[in-house]
């Protein structure tokens, strides 16, 4: 096997990354929306929250349906999950990371509708069975972060041979630190804007189900914005029991305890995978970036809603006046100037007739 070193980034090396990874993902989201926005209209907005469909990720048509799930990523959010989904997508399994499960209509509407909402309504954090045949539906082969990482005693009973990753940090501190920025970067834009954009609003109760279930505590389920803060000693707890139960559950030949900065070698070791590749291995969605992306992820909505707004101005506008906005604009200076330079004129016939006087 072809063994390749994790690459040292210097400070800078690593804003850069950051910023570019925020950015492009953030638009990433954005322009989904905006797409969808512009070609389903205001039904995509504030659809039915049980019928609306919306545009999956293409992945091409004649892509053979798997037969089971190969790899299941079971670290929680802020492990590095991300960057280990693009590394398995560069390895040839397709996943399913949390950042684009709502673009997958079939099964995120199955998730919110038969788990997240249910939660919601009953005031308990429901787990329920997944259904993972969706999943196969739709070509994937791995899937990473949470929900799915949750149902690892679901999947290895259901797909034995397959294999498992627990993503870890440092230790538990160095985790809480990110999830907690991370958590308080995506309430804002829910606390915002649920009431208005459907997604949006399947996305907040996703959010409440999931920070029910870390923080162990049904409060986040109903309980009204602003929510609570992520409650440091249950977060950890969660965390720590969950990986924990992961290593007593799953056979040691079927799990692999990974930190995504030990790069390629030990993920293609555990994959059977005889040369590692030679491009870098990816390395995103850092709490710097998870801030930049909140921040990018919306200025394409923003930018299309001023201009919606300012096109209904303009319209409205020449009809209550019959001229546009230049058009208005350049009469109001011409009478300007017209009334300045008669009230100079006046004070110029003042001042000569004092004179004569």
């Not at 802020?78 to 399994?93: E, K, M, N, Q, V």
């Not at 673009?103 to 509407?109: A, K, M, S, T, V």
């Not at 498992?164 to 809480?176: A, C, G, K, M, P």
């Amino acid at each position: 096997m072809t063994s390749h070193h994790p690459t040292k980034h210097s400070f800078w090396s690593d804003f850069a990354d950051d910023v570019y990874s925020g950015i492009t993902v953030g638009l990433g989201h954005s322009n989904w929306y905006v797409a969808n926005t512009l070609t389903k209209g205001w039904r995509f907005l504030v659809g039915d929250n049980n019928n609306d469909t919306v545009d999956s990720p293409n992945i091409p048509p004649d892509t053979p349906r798997p037969n089971s799930l190969q790899v299941v990523g079971v670290g929680y959010g802020r492990t590095g999950t991300y960057s280990l989904a693009l590394a398995l997508d560069i390895l040839g399994f397709p996943t399913l990371h949390t950042q684009h499960l709502y673009e997958n209509d079939d099964i995120f509407n199955h998730l919110v509708h038969d788990i997240f909402h249910k939660s919601i309504l009953a005031n308990e954090t429901i787990m329920g069975r997944p259904n993972y045949d969706l999943l196969l539906d739709s070509g994937y082969t791995a899937t990473m972060d949470l929900p799915f990482a949750l149902y690892y005693t679901q999947i290895h009973e259901l797909y034995p041979d397959c294999k498992f990753i627990l993503t870890v940090r440092e230790n538990s501190e160095v985790w809480f630190k990110s999830w907690n920025v991370m958590t308080s970067s995506i309430t804002r834009p829910a606390m915002y804007t649920s009431w208005l954009v459907t997604h949006v609003k399947k996305l907040e109760w996703y959010m409440r189900w999931l920070f029910s279930v870390v923080n162990q505590d049904n409060t986040y389920l109903n309980h009204p914005f602003p929510l609570p803060p992520q409650n440091k000693a249950r977060s950890i707890a969660s965390y720590e029991r969950h990986n924990q139960h992961i290593r007593d559950t799953i056979p040691s030949t079927h799990l692999l305890e990974y930190n995504v900065k030990e790069g390629w070698e030990p993920l293609c070791k555990f994959l059977d995978i005889e040369t590692c590749p030679s491009v870098p291995f990816p390395k995103t969605n850092s709490s710097r970036a998870v801030q930049i992306q909140t921040f990018s992820s919306f200025l394409g909505p923003l930018i299309v809603s001023l201009l919606i707004i300012f096109t209904a101005f303009v319209f409205v506008f020449r009809k209550m006046t019959g001229m546009s906005v230049c058009e208005w604009c350049a009469f109001q200076k011409m009478k300007f100037l017209r009334m300045v330079s008669n009230y100079l004129q006046g004070v110029t016939k003042d001042g000569n007739k004092a004179k004569k006087m």
